[in-house]
């Protein structure tokens, strides 16, 4: 008879909180979830470096979580290279942090999670930005196929210019948003033709704008909102609607009004990044979500004067 399989670990908030409040196994968790496999070089991508810290025969007094690359002899720790990297602030807050982030879903501000971890506002501001950032894909997976929504939604200070985000949804799939001043051929046209498939059927409403951008291969229906029609069903059953374009904004609106209170055109692609990522994401518990969050740190790291707003 054979022994069964250890069930995985669910990482939610209560498990982060009861079991990985300790440095050593909140460092042990992130290095595990971004090495899967095992610890990888981030300068040159050797597969097998060597740990300095805890060696019985090492004469050198190292800090916990330390390696060296048996190829280009470079140190590093699991912090290199991702959002990590430089910051002094304790592995099981970074857990704590991503963990409340991913179970949040209408957004946790920045002053709540400095009241939550113990650590100053502008600390907590600049862990969220961080963790925004990693939320970003670097490389988006296909195009988007079968029943697509378009819409777009206002965002910015009141009685100024306000700044439109577009927001792609395919049905039961991704969303896919971008940062605009005005719908026009060249900055929409381009983003849906990158990012539709062909075959695909577009839904929008009444906007005659989305009717004279030329997609190759690509239905278009529409519903009329100032008449009051807001979903329509056709022939063979299937239905058309941008609920699911409704759905997102309504989600991204209420996080600004409810958390943020106040978000700067500068900074709203990372706050569309986080809200997408949920999105996204929704099909899964918040113990996955977690795991997929830390697993896309790589590559994602981000400076402080990087997030400052140009005056």
């Given at each position: 008879?054979?022994?069964?399989?250890?069930?995985?670990?669910?990482?939610?908030?209560?498990?982060?909180?009861?079991?990985y409040?300790d440095?050593?196994?909140?460092?042990?968790?992130?290095e595990?979830?971004?090495?899967?496999?095992?610890?990888?070089?981030?300068?040159?991508?050797?597969?097998?470096?060597?740990?300095?810290?805890?060696?019985?025969?090492?004469?050198?007094?190292?800090?916990?979580?330390l390696?060296?690359?048996?190829?280009?002899?470079?140190?590093?720790?699991?912090?290199?290279?991702?959002?990590?990297?430089?910051?002094?602030?304790?592995?099981?807050?970074?857990?704590?942090?991503?963990?409340?982030?991913?179970?949040?879903?209408?957004?946790?501000?920045?002053?709540?999670?400095?009241?939550?971890?113990?650590?100053?506002?502008?600390?907590?501001?600049?862990?969220?930005?961080?963790?925004?950032?990693?939320?970003?894909?670097?490389?988006q997976?296909?195009?988007?196929?079968?029943?697509?929504?378009?819409?777009?939604?206002?965002?910015?200070?009141k009685?100024?210019?306000?700044?439109?985000?577009?927001?792609?949804?395919?049905?039961?799939?991704?969303?896919?948003?971008?940062?605009?001043?005005?719908?026009?051929?060249?900055?929409?046209?381009?983003?849906?033709?990158?990012?539709?498939?062909?075959?695909?059927?577009?839904?929008?409403?009444?906007?005659?704008?989305?009717?004279?951008?030329?997609?190759?291969?690509?239905?278009?229906?529409?519903?009329?909102?100032?008449?009051?029609?807001?979903?329509?069903?056709?022939?063979?059953?299937?239905?058309?609607?941008?609920?699911?374009?409704?759905?997102?904004?309504?989600?991204?609106?209420?996080?600004?009004?409810?958390?943020?209170?106040?978000?700067?055109?500068?900074?709203?692609?990372?706050?569309?990044?986080?809200?997408?990522?949920?999105?996204?994401?929704?099909?899964?518990?918040?113990?996955?979500?977690?795991?997929?969050?830390?697993a896309?740190?790589?590559?994602?790291?981000?400076?402080?004067?990087?997030?400052?707003?140009?005056?």
């Amino acid at each position: 008879m054979t022994n069964p399989l250890p069930e995985k670990p669910e990482y939610n908030l209560a498990t982060i909180v009861a079991e990985y409040s300790d440095e050593d196994k909140a460092r042990g968790l992130l290095e595990s979830l971004r090495w899967p496999n095992g610890a990888v070089c981030p300068h040159c991508g050797e597969s097998k470096p060597y740990q300095i810290a805890g060696r019985p025969d090492s004469k050198v007094k190292a800090r916990a979580g330390l390696y060296k690359c048996c190829k280009c002899r470079k140190q590093f720790t699991f912090k290199v290279g991702t959002i990590f990297e430089d910051s002094k602030i304790p592995c099981s807050k970074w857990c704590m942090a991503i963990a409340l982030i991913c179970s949040s879903k209408k957004a946790l501000s920045s002053h709540q999670l400095h009241r939550m971890l113990g650590i100053t506002q502008k600390t907590a501001w600049f862990m969220n930005h961080r963790i925004r950032h990693a939320f970003k894909p670097l490389i988006q997976s296909g195009k988007l196929g079968g029943e697509v929504e378009i819409d777009e939604g206002f965002f910015g200070v009141k009685n100024k210019p306000k700044m439109q985000v577009v927001a792609l949804i395919e049905r039961g799939g991704e969303v896919r948003t971008k940062i605009i001043d005005r719908i026009s051929h060249r900055n929409v046209g381009q983003f849906m033709r990158d990012n539709i498939a062909r075959g695909s059927t577009l839904n929008t409403d009444g906007n005659p704008r989305y009717k004279t951008l030329y997609l190759p291969a690509v239905k278009h229906d529409s519903v009329n909102h100032s008449q009051k029609e807001f979903i329509r069903e056709r022939a063979d059953g299937s239905k058309v609607h941008v609920n699911h374009c409704e759905s997102y904004f309504s989600l991204l609106k209420r996080g600004i009004t409810g958390a943020f209170h106040h978000i700067s055109t500068e900074h709203l692609p990372r706050y569309c990044d986080e809200f997408s990522f949920r999105w996204n994401t929704r099909f899964l518990t918040d113990g996955e979500r977690f795991e997929k969050a830390v697993a896309m740190v790589e590559g994602k790291r981000l400076k402080y004067r990087e997030t400052i707003t140009p005056a």
